[in-house]
Every structure is written in C-alpha cells, then in structure tokens.
C-alpha cells in the first residue's frame, strides 16, 4: 500500500510552511512517522562550492550521497521535474504519511492555505481534489473550511480520511 500524500496548498506567503510546520508535531504526537516534499521549481542547492561531496559531483558523478551517523542526503541529477509519485516511490520509504507543500497541481488529495488579508482567490476546487481549506476567515465553499490555527482538527481529518489511527 502506498504512503499517502496530502498537498498543501496555496498563494505565495499565504502560511503553507508554517501549517506545515504546525502539522507534523501534532501527526508525531500521535503515533505517526511523517515525511515532508518541498518542491522548489527555481531548484535548490544543499552541496557547497569546494566540499568533497560538491567535487565529486563537478567531476561527473551522476549521483553522490552524503552520509553521517544520524542523517543520509542523496543529491542526484535527474532528467524531468518529478513527480510526487516519483519521489515517494523512488525516497521515501519509512513514513505513514507525507506532506507535500507545493506542486499545486498534482492528483492528490489538496489542502488549501488561505489569507483573506492577500485579497487573492482560492488557487483550487473541489475538481482539483481539494479536501478542505485552511483560512483566516470562513469561506462559503463547497468543501470543508477549518480555522487556519485549528490543527487539531485539520489533523484530525487526515487521520480520519488517510490514516489508521493509533492506539495510545
């Protein structure tokens, strides 16, 4: 069975991070291994000019992991933008579930971060497989609308609808 993916969505600066962020203690807390997936579509860089594992990749190297007793960190050239399937099925193999932050139009089940005060429009819809927004304010929508803070019961729906709850 796969791990399953809940995206979060939303408008630049609308707080996706910090839903993230306010999410994953709360899953923990409850029993479960979260993963996280930040896709970045500028790219990113976690190796540094002039370290060995930077040099073994500017010598060619179509892939160099980096590995310490108590972290791996796989960086590998890749052809196409993968994705979220790609990505859990080739990385991730020890959670429960993953969080995706980003890759607003993917297959999966969407939660959407909404700030009234960016005076902007809801980025999905219900045909978007959005499952519920995240808002500062209440939304008259045709899915579910939780307080933007109310983690608990934002948790309370992927536990519900996507995981197998725990016993204590």
Partial sequence: M???IISIVGKSNSGKTTLVEKLIPELIKRGYRVA??????HGFDIDHEGKDSWRHKKAGACATVIACPSRVAL???IKHDYS???IRNNYIKNADVILAEGFKGNPFPKIEVFRSELKRELLCGKEDNLLAIAADAHLDTDVLCFDINDIRSITDLIENKFLKPKLA
């Fill in 75 to 77: 960086i590998e050239d």
């Fill in 84 to 86: 979220l399937d790609e």
């Fill in 36 to 41: 996280t997936i930040k896709h970045n579509k």
């Fill in 2 to 4: 796969s791990i399953p």
